[in-house]
């Protein structure tokens, strides 16, 4: 790595009392990550494999818009590392550079887009039909439960990142009532599934979440994440994006409505119209009258 200790620290957000907290000396991260890095040819080989396999010209039956893949940065690595054994030291104490593979299990990161959110079904069904969704081979201890004789299974149950308020019924056919769950900033449908023998986790979400997501994630998490005034603000474009989910989805239903029970604009504006000095005419507009934003607002106001 070419930061040094301190450089890591401040670009990370990670003080010196949670750096003691997570229990790993500065050279046993060093070690992790010269050992991820010595791994890491293998892992994108399966990587390509897998996206090749299961994802690349599958649109169809797959449901997805588009999907990107990804392996784990691995000064990010060491961060999660480290913010996770401070999280939940319990869970995670026993990680050293021998089995940190078995702890940390999006080193392969799938994330597949949705045109519209009903479009997960599609997806849910075609994943549970290539990968045995089997509650036993859920993996509770990381090193316990770690077998090399299982392979194309998912190997935790499958979860639903959700903001409260939003629309969950799709869910509720496929997923575990206690695995979806209502959090303030986030939405997305997680997978982890074991493919070649390593973990690869999938993220699957609409194009609106994308956008929020992507950008919250850049400006807040995780360094940023009690910030109060960039907090509100991501708030805003997550229930923005919310939003665009419903009206993309409403849009496509609208697809069904006959003709003859659709009521056009210029309808609705007549009908405003009658009763208030209305000539009957619409006369039309000369646009060479209009060279201001006040000539346009005058024109408007004048009709």
């Not at 939405?187 to 950008?215: A, M, P």
Request: net charge negative.
């Amino acid at each position: 790595m070419k930061l040094t200790r301190e450089e890591f620290l401040k670009k990370y957000n990670i003080s010196e009392e949670e750096f003691r907290e997570a229990g790993l000396s500065w050279e046993d991260l060093l070690e992790i990550e010269r050992d991820y890095q010595s791994k890491m040819p293998r892992y994108d080989k399966i990587r390509r494999k897998f996206i090749e396999e299961f994802f690349m010209y599958r649109e169809k039956e797959t449901g997805l818009q588009s999907y990107r893949s990804r392996m784990k940065d691995p000064e990010h690595l060491l961060e999660k590392i480290i913010r996770k054994r401070k999280e939940n030291y319990i869970k995670y104490r026993s990680l050293t550079k021998e089995n940190y593979t078995k702890f940390v299990m999006d080193l392969i990161g799938v994330r597949g887009l949705l045109l519209y959110r009903e479009d997960w079904i599609v997806f849910h069904k075609y994943l549970i039909s290539h990968f045995e969704n089997d509650p036993r081979k859920y993996v509770k201890d990381c090193m316990k439960d770690y077998s090399d004789e299982t392979d194309r299974c998912i190997v935790e149950p499958p979860k639903v990142h959700m903001r409260l308020g939003d629309y969950a019924d799709i869910y509720f056919n496929w997923i575990s009532r206690d695995n979806i769950l209502d959090q303030k900033h986030y939405r997305s449908v997680h997978y982890i599934v074991k493919y070649e023998g390593v973990y690869i986790e999938i993220q699957i979400r609409t194009l609106f979440e994308e956008g929020w997501g992507e950008i919250d994630h850049h400006i807040i998490y995780p360094y940023k994440k009690d910030d109060p005034m960039l907090n509100e603000f991501s708030e805003l474009l997550n229930r923005l994006s919310g939003m665009g989910d419903e009206m993309a989805s409403f849009y496509k239903r609208l697809q069904v409505v006959p003709d003859e029970a659709f009521q056009r604009k210029d309808s609705v504006v007549n009908d405003r119209m009658i009763g208030n000095n209305f000539d009957g005419e619409l006369h039309p507009v000369d646009l060479k009258e209009i060279h201001t934003v006040e000539d346009a607002i005058k024109s408007v106001l004048s009709e």
